[in-house]
């Protein structure tokens, strides 16, 4: 079997293809696609720094790199729990508001693109495939 045929060489080159899409909507706003999804991932409500790494698949070390460079480009503040104080928040800034809107934008518009351009049913079937290759790489 050619390697450029099996399951995971779309997967892999599909994704590099969106993430190089979603890099160069990010840069021309001054953002990554990391720190986008970091934005994506804040609630109003804040969000414990350590729920942050697991959601996005990340190290605990990248995260704390990425969340100094997303305080000091002020994204983002850290906030003790005032109930909990070994438990640090992150909430967005105003400038960190106005990019998650930019970030989802982004995101909503590939979204209705793939939707306008590929039928439904292909859609619901691609992402019952996905879910159930995902299901896979978990047991064993």
Sequence with gaps: MNLKQTVDYYIKSSWHSIARMYNQAASENELSQT??????????E????TQIAPLMGMEPTSLSRL???MEDNGLIYRQKDLIDK?????????????KRKI??????????KVEKNIPAEKLECFVSVLQQI????KKD
């Design 35 to 44: 720190i986008g999804y970091v934005l994506i991932n804040v609630p109003k």
């Design 46 to 49: 804040g969000v414990p720094a």
């Design 67 to 69: 969340l100094k460079t």
């Design 86 to 98: 070994r438990v640090v928040k992150i909430f967005l800034t105003e400038k960190g508001i106005e």
């Design 103 to 112: 970030s989802k934008k982004i995101i909503l518009d590939f979204n209705a």
């Design 134 to 137: 995902c299901e896979l790489t």
